[in-house]
C-alpha cells in the first residue's frame, strides 16, 4: 500500500523492500481502457436498445456472475480452476434466486406495457 501510487504511475519502485510491481502499470491501464470500453458500450445500449431496459438487466446480473465466477476459478498466483465452495456460496446463489426471475418478469411487463401504449397511440390517431 505505501508503494501503490508508484507502482501504478512509474511502473516501479526503487526501494528494494518494495514487493515487485512489475505488472501494476500494465494492469492499471488495462483497467482505464476496459472501464472505459464498458461505459462506452452502456451509452450504445441505451441509444440502440430500448431505453435502459437492458442495461439495467446487465448490470444487476453482472455481480452475483462474477462471484460465482470467482468461486470456481482461482487468479493467483495463476488463473487457474480451484472450486472453493463455502457456505458464502449460498448467499450468491440466494441472490441469482430472487435476481433473474425479478428481471425475467420485470423486463417482461416492461415490454407488455410498451406493446400496449403502442396499441394504445395507434388507436388514439
Not at 76 to 86: C, E, G, L, Y
Not at 87 to 106: D, E, K, Q
Request: aromatic share 20%; charged share 15%.
Amino acid at each position: 500500500m505505501k508503494y501503490g501510487a508508484q507502482c501504478n504511475y512509474t511502473g516501479g519502485c526503487n526501494d528494494p523492500s518494495c514487493d515487485t510491481c512489475e505488472h501494476a502499470l500494465a494492469a492499471f491501464w488495462v483497467y482505464i481502457v476496459a472501464y472505459s470500453f464498458a461505459n462506452f458500450m452502456y451509452f450504445v445500449m441505451i441509444q440502440f436498445g430500448e431505453g435502459a431496459v437492458y442495461l439495467t438487466i446487465l448490470m444487476t446480473i453482472t455481480t452475483p456472475f462474477v462471484a460465482l465466477f470467482f468461486v470456481f476459478f482461482n487468479p493467483s498466483p495463476d488463473f487457474h480452476w480451484d472450486p472453493d465452495i463455502k457456505f458464502t456460496l449460498a448467499y450468491r446463489l440466494v441472490g441469482l434466486v430472487i435476481v433473474v426471475p425479478a428481471l425475467c418478469f420485470y423486463h417482461k411487463f416492461t415490454e407488455s406495457e410498451i406493446r400496449d401504449n403502442r396499441t394504445l397511440d395507434i388507436q388514439a390517431e
